[in-house]
């Protein structure tokens, strides 16, 4: 069984400030993709990665996934209040399968 | 272009009552996924149907079960509804085939067994 354990759980952070979120496995995963879940709403593709060590930028958003495609990590700059949300990673599956593994997410809040 | 539309966006439900869910997927995808997120949880894999034909499972039980329609959109059926099925249920569309890997979520319906 794939799993993905994202750290922290829970981060509340300032305005303005710099923070990173961790996505974790023990499995290779073909593709990892970062969602934003607001409450009560299904979640929003931000990004996926595909190629070991790629780096996607996204305005103050930075993605890298791992050499080894077992790990991947989001980098927020100067994180506003806009910014609050649920982050989920979730790791793709292999060629004819959408089956996505998500993780338990991180809760992010950004304080005015 | 049309997203993906889910409906309801609430329920509520009895005990070993059914249910079904409803899925439009966005305009010229071809497959569904559905997930099931409990509160505080990451979504977890149900099924995915692709031509009309169930093609993975994730670990839920048989009375969980969906249907895909020839326009593509999709039911989700839960049987003998127990309290943990309490859940927001999510259905995801993709385009098999399409050299893509994204999956393209709908708003979700909130589903409460009571």
């Known amino acids: 069984t794939q799993l993905l354990e994202q750290s922290p759980q829970f981060l509340s952070i300032q305005e303005g400030e710099n923070l990173t979120v961790y996505c974790n496995s023990s499995s290779v995963f073909s593709s990892l993709q970062w969602y934003r879940q607001e409450p009560g709403e299904g979640p929003v593709l931000l990004v996926t990665?595909?190629?070991?060590?790629e780096v996607k930028k996204l305005k103050r958003l930075t993605f890298q996934f791992g050499d080894a495609r077992k790990d991947s990590s989001l980098h927020i700059t100067a994180a506003q209040p806009g910014d609050t949300g649920l982050y989920l990673c979730a790791g793709g599956p292999g060629a004819g399968s959408y089956q996505l593994t998500f993780g338990k997410g991180t809760k992010l809040s950004v304080i005015p | 272009e049309t997203g993906v539309t889910q409906s309801p966006t609430h329920l509520i439900k009895t005990r070993g009552q059914q249910v079904t869910l409803r899925c439009s997927s966005q305009?010229?995808?071809?497959?569904v996924s559905w997930y099931q997120q409990a509160l505080g949880q990451g979504p977890q894999f149900i099924f995915q149907?692709?031509?009309?034909?169930?093609?993975g499972r994730g670990n839920f039980p048989p009375r969980f079960s969906g249907l895909q329609f020839p326009n593509y959109s999709s039911e989700l059926n839960v049987n003998a509804l127990e309290l943990d099925d309490s859940a927001l249920y999510l259905c995801?569309?993709?385009?098999?085939?399409?050299?893509?890997?994204?999956?393209?979520f709908g708003q979700g319906t909130r589903l409460t067994v009571v």
């Open positions: 990665v595909v190629t070991g060590g």
């Open positions: 305009s010229g995808h071809n497959t």
């Open positions: 995801a569309s993709s385009l098999m085939g399409g050299g893509g890997t994204e999956a393209f």
């Open positions: 149907y692709y031509r009309e034909e169930e093609n």
